[in-house]
């Protein structure tokens, strides 16, 4: 009788924990092939002159494929690293490993779905399925009390509908062992200047430095819940953030198992923080699947695209290098650039300010996002900027930057001070 192999196609989905994809071929085959494809698609500049990967999430990318990688072995497997187009690839893999069918996450982005589709068509040549599953959001698409085509546009009705009528499936469990077939070259993770980047610089401001894999997920999570417990003890503390969005972003850690720590670890959970996190995930991509590419217009879901200012050059170039002379801009924009990582409030008001007091075009503050955040995805990143700039779902048409709200967040002034200051003072301070 003949072995039934299946291959695994990773992509945003770096775990072994909570990974249907991955439970499911070790069920139904007698041997498990996991793929990680590096496609030179994403680290290629745009027509924008952005680069569509910075080096600062590239680098969280390489260490958690190596820590998928290291996880794998764990369970008596491999992880097959290639270097390429995966329409291209994937077909050759199957045919070298005699593959029965291949199995991956289903994305919802445009640029995302094409990949899926050039892959699905070339397999089809072959006589081969790509079977798609669902496994990015907290709530399977399954499960929700409305199909994606009547899904609300307000944030606020979905929470409620999905809250009352629908439930979040518990995880999934992880294999206890992996079959792998016989792999003579494994190949080996690139590193940033064979992608085209240059190694990060590390910024004596950073307060929190973010390493990429499964391994730092959990303990992350672990972390979070230690800290917030300790909070709610001191009376006056605000909700710490949770920082998770990183590995949520990349797969290392699944909406599922966040939910889940979260029930373990408190009762209202309908309302927790992390909770309502993961439900505004849940519905840009929810929306993405409705609207498709309307989140990447100008005019979004409108009929005209916001007004502009003159001299968009200008303006965006303060904005992107934080030399606005506004101080919780410029401070945010340092961060961002240095660390790849800001606030979800500081976000919101660096956005707010590009869209509405400069009247730049929306979509070059989401593309410099895309180049820059280390937590970057498509329907979250999108999603929230034609929200702020009042062309997509739910949108706000009184959104302006309010320098109080900068104050609120920074009371005292020490986040700026921070900042804007250079290298250079830190080292004159020591010395």
Known sequence: MTEKTILVWFRNDLRVHDNEILLEATRKADKVLPVYCFDSHYFETTTAGNLKTGNIRARFLLESVADLRRNLRALGSELLIVHGNPAELLPQLANQYQISEVYHHREVAFEETAISEQVEAALWKMKLNLKHFIGHTLYHKEDLPFPIKDIPDSFNTFKKKVERDSDVRPV???????????????????????????EPVEDWRAQYHFTGGEAVALKQLEQYFIEHMQNKQVKGIRHQSSR??????????????????????????NNHPLTLELLWRDYFRFMFKKHSSK????????????????????????WKTGTTSVPFIDASMHELNATGYIANANRQVVSTYLVKQLKVDWTRGAQWFEEKLIDYSPASNWGNWAYIAGVGNDPRENRYFNPKSAAELDPKGEYVKLWLQEKSSKLAASA
């Open 295 to 318: 989140f990447f217009s100008p005019a979004g879901f409108k009929d005209t695209a916001p007004d502009l200012a003159d001299n968009q050059d200008e303006l965006f170039d303060r």
């Open 172 to 198: 999934v469990q992880t294999p206890d062992q992996i079959h792998t077939p016989d792999i003579t070259e494994p190949g080996e993770l690139p590193t940033l200047e064979q992608l085209g980047l240059t």
């Open 244 to 269: 998770l969005s990183p590995w949520l972003a990349f797969g290392c850690v699944s909406p599922r198992q966040v939910y889940w720590e979260v029930v373990k670890h408190e009762m209202a959970v």
